[in-house]
């Protein structure tokens, strides 16, 4: 059986260096391996957008070709890093933040656009999904650097700061109209990365594949047999991390996962993870442990597993009726699965603990 190990689980306190040069033996270039009727396997996997993307794709173009086309891929990834990154200095991204509350600047239409898209999702969602979570983003900085639990009086402030209703977006500019504001696209942009990435490989003729963006699992066409690819889910426990909860089969269609285990820290024994509440500002918490989405687009996939993961069960549910072709699988706490939405052809539990509670899939 093979099906597809998804890459995000590598601790993201890890300094960027030492991450990259963890991942050396898989950057050097890319690698092939031959298929059937001529067609290769090729992957190139580098350190972009803060986690490991890994990019699979299978065809009968020459290598020289295949590099051009991988860095043409690697190269759109760094572009749009320089564009929607919150953690660096420097992209068009911090530069609205950094205007926050003195002025409107204007940003490339994929931006406003991602920030429509966006915004959407918070009022979806009562701002569960929240692009305007920034601020008590920086201040627990889970996944970077010295991660800590902020003090009430800093968590109290940083909350008057995300009201994602003061993000201004008029004919191609965007003001965050509070001081202090900040924009933070985490639970949206790998996803939005991930379609682009996509629409380069169909440009450049390639047919099937897979591109993984820490997690954010994009398929092309179907396995060179006619079979659809087989993607597996990571296991969402703590510790059981490396293996996989269960697997599903798609084609064309994209693969996102948002879950407790996947950024976090913890202090005097007590996990704190990357999925922040705009009520209480600390991590969100429910009965779920992750949630899965199967959908046609990347970038909404990403905003609606993070909404699902803050959202709950419950309320998940209600929403996802409103998203018809969307499919979610809910692993809850207490190792039920709930299926939901659109019907998976095949949804398979792998590890013994889990078991399906609910299949509402039609
Ligand atoms: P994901 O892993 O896609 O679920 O997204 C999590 C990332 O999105 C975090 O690392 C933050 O950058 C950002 N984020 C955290 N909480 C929220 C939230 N409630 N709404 C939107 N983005 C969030
Ligand atoms: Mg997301």
Known sequence: MKFIILFDNIPLVMKKSVYKLFFIFLTAAFFSQSCAEGEKEYHKADFALGTVCSVKIYTNKGGREVEKIFGKVFSELNRLEEIFSANSGHSVLQNVNDNAGKKSVEVPAE???????????????????????????????????????????????????????????????????????????????????????????????????????????????????????????????????????????????????????????????????????????????NDLRAVTIVADTSADADALSTSFFVLGLEKSLQLIKSFPGVSAAFFMKDNSVTLAGKKLEVFKILDDKLFIRDNLMQ
């Open 111 to 285: 931006l406003y656009s991602l920030l429509e898209r966006a915004v959407y999702f918070a009022q979806k969602t009562d701002s569960a999904f929240n692009p305007a979570i920034g601020a008590v983003v920086k201040l627990w900085n889970i996944g970077m650097e010295n991660p800590s639990v902020p003090t009430e009086e800093n968590l109290k402030k940083a909350l008057k700061k995300i009201d994602y209703k003061k993000i201004e977006l008029k004919n191609g500019s965007v003001f965050l109209t509070e001081e202090g504001m900040q924009l933070d696209l985490g639970g949206i942009a790998k996803g939005y990365a991930a379609d682009c990435i996509k629409t380069i490989l169909l440009g450049e003729g390639i047919e099937r594949g897979i591109i993984d963006l820490g997690g954010n699992v994009c398929t092309i066409g179907l396995k060179q047999d006619g079979s659809p690819w087989r993607v597996g889910i990571r296991n969402p426990v703590i510790g059981n991390d490396r293996s996989s909860a269960a697997y599903l089969e798609v084609s064309d269609k994209t693969v996102v996962t948002s879950g407790d285990y996947e950024r976090f820290f913890e202090k005097d024994g007590k996990i704190y993870h990357h999925i922040l509440s705009s009520k209480t500002g600390y991590p969100a918490e």
